[in-house]
């Protein structure tokens, strides 16, 4: 008899008919005789709704009293959803994260967890009933309710598995796992069997859409291994667990993509201490997030180009700036290009392997696409390419790393539940 | 500077613009430097809607859930409203019915409250803060959400005033106050300055419309001034409060009806003890709610005519209970009335006023109304006529006692608040 956490989203409880079909789903697994508790998201649309209902009260909401209308949406689903559990003749017993023990920082619309009082939870669970909690919502020390932000709810399953050191966490969404690439830009994309945290928290851009960053951190932080799964089918989903021996066979496990950057390129630059320093200063200054920072010689001796990339949205104040810099510190000209995009291919494997990264160049090259900047981090190369090339360079690599083919990493998973 | 607690319901927050309304009128009476909590309503309608999406999700909904359902309704409007009173530049908090220490017994649906810790919402208070409590919910001692019933936020406004020993309670609904009768039912009514708890309780009829009846004993009990006024005008309202001396010149306060109720007469039943209790124990018994009870002599020795009234739902069930009695203890034949009406005057200054009785009849007989019953309390004179009568004994009553007449007994109001 195990216990399991598991979390539905607000497409799996929308309505009635969708609440009645994850209360049976729920109601089977505790006859297998697992203790759960089962977190559950606003319905799909009613956190938007009461945001947009904030606005026509409100030009700019009150924070506090933010949290307070939010935390309406979730009450609502783990009531409804209690309430078909009971009509199935389980005993089941709804939560908000107050009553939950869900204790958070100050900072509404955005709070942090800071720890669980498990009691509550434990005590329902000791008689033998399914309890019910709501996501996305907890309390500071001060009694204010509060919310964790988009995503939330994930963030709360992972932790409430952690606090209660549950066998297993599992987050229901509508995808049926993590995929070795955005399916829509590739039919060949393979869902994995299992991944790892750290690969997951670089998959981001990807993962995000199944499973919210926070919630992953929290996994890796207490070793919580998260089942991604699908609430209408029946799939196993992907494991998110800590990285292992079979994880390091696969070279690449990933491959992603964004379009939301744009590059700015600061050419003859002095090459004298403080020069970085002097060009991101005014840009940090700006609140401008930059990402990858290439600096290579330039033809003029004694200057080096910097090239960067920033945020699409904040491309044209970049230039701005940089041209002002420029001129502050007597660098050449400053250029740059909206239409770029970032490819890059993850996998704990790298480590291991060599060659990985002559792959990557040799396969975008046979297509004749361009790498304009290049970085790399232990398990992850990143390419900056013409954006027009995105959904090419992914299926390329995608083939060249032979990613729908399945290494078999998912053999020992059965075992692991 | 007073300490003030308001309630307004449903309708006077039905949507942005009213909650606005409100918000304004609230932070007009702090500016004049009265400290104020305000409890609130559902929006109009809301309780409703919850209700309606709890019995889609289940044939008979949970009690404990659908509480916890149904708290979001005042959750959703103290957090508007508290948005709207901070964006006129006043600070203004939200509590919910925990947050504020509403401790009630685990009656869900419809608790009662066991006591309030005013700790919370005093120290709010002593920040300058107005406070926004969520009317009709609370908690019982294990934490778990409870509803007060419906009108239960004219309690919890009543309580709240008790324990924080609140100078006065303004209750602001959508009438502009208590009146001698119901104006639908004669133009002339006149709307009451004052009136006595007792002669509140008695006119539940008319004054459950205005003012929950639990909310007056609640008053009386503790000796809060209730204020009854409209959100929508700045009449002053009627003061609910203790009986005084000028009230006892007051004969009568004001005329209520009730067409709910049916007549049953049992003839010849044998005058000896023990008969009562033959006849209403199986009434009793069947959960019947028996209201007037009259026993006069009849025409046959040694027998009495017992008559009595139930609500008209109950009729046709109470005519078979009383059949069946009645051949079991050899009473007479059985007979009803449903289409019968009660017709009542109260007032506190009947006690020290005589002849009153004897005026209603004349007023009646006058006009040919017959009588079927009677029965009197302290402060209170029924008369049981035909149901057509009704708005016509109304009427002459309401002229024979000149209630149109203002007494005067208001004068005194205004240097009571």
Redesign the interface.
């Known amino acids: 008899m195990a216990l399991v956490v598991q979390k539905y989203g607000g497409t799996s409880v929308a309505n ?1 008919e969708r ?2 079909s994850v209360a049976r789903r729920v109601v089977d697994r505790k006859k297998s005789g697992d203790d759960l508790v089962v977190v559950l998201s606003a319905r799909a649309g009613d956190t938007d709704r ?1 945001i947009a ?2 606005h ?4 700019n ?2 924070l ?3 949290d ?2 939010l ?2 949406g979730e ?2 689903t ?3 959803f ?3 559990v ?2 199935m003749g389980y005993e089941a ?2 939560m ?1 994260g ?2 939950a023990g869900i204790i958070t920082d100050h900072q509404y619309g955005h709070a942090r967890i800071s720890w669980i009082e498990t009691l ?1 939870v434990m005590e329902k669970l000791r008689e033998g009933k399914i309890v019910v909690v709501a996501g996305f919502q907890g309390y500071d020390d001060e ?1 204010n ?1 509060t919310t964790l932000g988009r995503g939330g709810s994930d963030t709360t399953a992972v932790a409430l598995a952690a606090a209660l050191k549950a066998d297993a966490c599992e987050i229901y969404t509508d995808v049926e796992g993590v995929y070795t690439t955005d399916p829509n830009v590739y039919a060949k994309a393979r869902k994995l069997r299992r991944i790892s945290y750290e690969e997951m928290l670089e998959m981001a851009s990807m993962g995000a859409k199944v499973l919210h960053i926070r919630s992953v951190e929290f996994g890796m932080k207490y070793n919580v291994p998260i089942w991604v799964r699908s609430s209408f089918t029946d799939d196993p989903g992907t494991l998110v667990t800590q990285e292992d021996a079979d994880m390091e066979k696969v070279v690449v496990s990933g491959i992603t993509y964004s379009k939301k950057e744009a590059r700015v390129t600061v050419t003859d630059v002095p090459d004298v201490p403080g020069m970085a320093f002097k060009l991101f200063h005014p840009i940090a200054q700006a609140g401008i997030n930059v990402d990858m920072i290439i600096q290579g010689s330039s033809a003029v001796p004694g200057r080096a180009n910097i090239s960067f990339t920033v945020p699409k949205a904040d491309y044209e104040k970049t230039l701005a700036l940089a041209e002002q810099v420029s001129k502050e510190i007597g660098a050449g000209y400053v250029h740059g290009n909206p239409n770029i995009a970032k490819v890059s291919i993850i996998g704990v494997g790298m480590r291991s392997h060599t060659g990985v990264a002559s792959v990557m160049f040799g396969a975008l090259a046979k297509e004749n696409i361009n790498i304009h900047m290049i970085s790399t981090s232990e398990i992850k190369i990143s390419c900056v390419i013409d954006e027009k090339y995105t959904e090419l360079a992914v299926r390329v690599l995608h083939d060249a790393f032979e990613l729908h083919k399945d290494p078999g990493n998912g053999i020992r998973v059965s075992e692991e539940r």
Chains 1, 2 share one sequence.
């Open positions: 009635v609440i009645r009461l209902l904030a026509e009260m409100s030009p909401p009150d506090r009293e933010l307070v209308l935390a309406t009450q609502v783990i009531a409804l209690s309430m078909a009971k009509d017993v709804s908000t107050y009553q509550p009694g309710i």
